[in-house]
């Protein structure tokens, strides 16, 4: 199998994520049909800029594979995958917005090149994060292009782009991921099937399944979720500790606190499902601990169950409130026991 980079894990993201707009964008290459200035407008993990600098790569590529996209792994590949690419500028958001002075530098770039004869790609992340002064100074670039340039203009909802923007430039709306290609997406980040129905009923997109599968993340988590899950259906206080020393280590941040009690909430939600007998054994997220999820939907009546599942909705709300993550997750814990010993 030939060697993965940066290069093809973003043609890889492209194909996966939005196979009809590739197969268009690299049809439209070839005809050399390429318009001056898209407007790529959809949610995050839609794709948006993989596919941007994928069309990037097949304009530069040295080695067109039979298929039509670019290989991924010759230079020009490479550098525009790692935005080394002297002729393929990225734009991104200093802060919290994109200000006039990056616009300006990217102008001065391009109107040196444009005498050149050389063919230039910009491509805006987070468009919409431009500020008045930078959008007006971009404006007046796309109005007038110079040269042989192809400009991207990426943003979550095309609705917060200037209306004089929007006119110039073509709109191209990312349209939800295919269920199917998400499931291969997740199969090729080498994840057990159960650990597949977990991440998809986690996320539906791309640069999550990513982010989750990173350095195994997923999957410790997953065990150490249910290793507590385990000490609750005994009514084993050793879940305190458990706690403290397995599951709050693997926490790196926000945005793992919320996975890791969406987590919780989806064991007991798969008690739910077995219990109701609503989601057949191999469709559950936590489906290889069935037999203890199997006693804890015998153990508990469905108040208790629904009011458990309650419980961590409720806790998981005082994120947002600066409590601490351990204290969050010792109370989830308490309730839980409470529940199950009561
Ligand atoms: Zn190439």
Not at 109 to 131: P, Q, W, Y
Not at 151 to 155: A, E, I, N
Not at 182 to 191: H, I, P
């Given at each position: 199998?030939?060697?993965?980079?940066?290069?093809?894990?973003?043609?890889?993201?492209a194909?996966?994520?939005q196979?009809?707009?590739?197969?268009?964008?690299?049809?439209?290459?070839?005809?050399?049909?390429?318009s001056h200035a898209?407007?790529?407008s959809?949610?995050?993990?839609?794709?948006?800029?993989a596919?941007?600098?994928?069309?990037?790569?097949?304009?530069?590529?040295?080695?067109?594979?039979?298929?039509?996209?670019?290989c991924?792994?010759?230079?020009?590949?490479?550098?525009?995958?790692?935005?080394?690419?002297?002729?393929?500028?990225l734009v991104?958001?200093?802060g919290?917005?994109i200000k006039?002075?990056?616009?300006r530098?990217?102008?001065?770039?391009?109107?040196?090149?444009?005498?050149?004869?050389?063919?230039?790609?910009?491509?805006?992340?987070?468009?919409?994060?431009?500020?008045t002064?930078?959008?007006?100074?971009?404006?007046?670039?796309?109005?007038?292009p110079?040269?042989?340039?192809n400009?991207?203009?990426?943003?979550d909802d095309y609705?917060?782009i200037?209306?004089?923007?929007?006119?110039?430039?073509?709109?191209?709306e990312?349209?939800k991921?295919?269920?199917?290609m998400?499931?291969?997406?997740?199969?090729?980040?080498?994840?057990t099937?159960?650990?597949?129905?977990?991440v998809?009923?986690?996320?539906?997109?791309?640069?999550?399944?990513?982010?989750?599968?990173?350095?195994?993340?997923?999957?410790?988590?997953?065990?150490?979720?249910?290793?507590?899950?385990?000490?609750?259906?005994?009514?084993?206080?050793?879940?305190?500790?458990?706690?403290?020393?397995?599951?709050?280590?693997?926490?790196?941040?926000?945005?793992?606190?919320?996975?890791?009690?969406?987590?919780?909430?989806?064991?007991?939600?798969?008690v739910?499902?077995?219990?109701?007998?609503a989601?057949?054994?191999?469709?559950?997220?936590f489906?290889?601990?069935?037999?203890?999820?199997?006693?804890?939907a015998?153990?508990?009546s469905?108040?208790?169950?629904l009011?458990?599942?309650?419980?961590?909705?409720?806790?998981?709300?005082?994120?947002q409130?600066?409590?601490?993550?351990?204290?969050?997750?010792?109370?989830?814990?308490?309730?839980?026991?409470?529940?199950?010993?009561?």
């Open positions: 199998m030939m060697e993965e980079t940066k290069a093809t894990k973003l043609i890889k993201r194909e996966t994520t196979p009809k707009l590739t197969g268009h964008f690299m049809k439209v290459v070839h005809d050399q049909d390429l898209y407007l790529f959809g949610a995050a993990g839609l794709g948006k800029l596919l941007a600098k994928v069309i990037a790569m097949r304009l530069f590529c040295k080695n067109i594979q039979s298929n039509g996209m670019p991924g792994v010759c230079n020009e590949c490479v550098r525009i995958a790692k935005n080394e690419h002297p002729d393929v500028m991104e958001p200093d919290r917005s006039v002075d990056q616009i530098t990217l102008k001065q770039e391009f109107s040196k090149s444009a005498v050149e004869g050389n063919r230039k790609i910009f491509i805006i992340n987070g468009a919409d994060l431009m500020t002064g930078a959008a007006n100074s971009l404006l007046k670039f796309i109005e007038e110079v040269g042989n340039v400009s991207f203009l990426l943003t609705h917060k200037l209306p004089t923007i929007q006119s110039r430039t073509q709109l191209v990312f349209p991921i295919d269920p199917v998400l499931v291969k997406y997740a199969e090729g980040k080498q994840l099937k159960t650990a597949i129905n977990l998809l009923q986690l996320t539906s997109d791309t640069a999550t399944i990513d982010r989750l599968s990173e350095d195994n993340w997923l999957v410790s988590m997953k065990q150490q979720i249910e290793a507590w899950f385990s000490m609750l259906e005994k009514g084993d206080y050793q879940a305190f500790p458990l706690v403290q020393t397995n599951l709050l280590p693997l926490v790196r941040d926000r945005e793992d606190q919320k996975v890791t009690i969406e987590m919780m909430c989806l064991i007991f939600r798969d739910f499902n077995v219990k109701f007998k989601t057949p054994a191999n469709e559950l997220a489906g290889n601990v069935y037999d203890l999820i199997k006693q804890m015998n153990q508990l469905d108040k208790q169950l009011s458990i599942i309650d419980d961590i909705l409720n806790n998981a709300k005082k994120q409130i600066n409590i601490s993550f351990q204290n969050i997750l010792e109370v989830i814990t308490l309730d839980c026991l409470n529940q199950i010993k009561g």
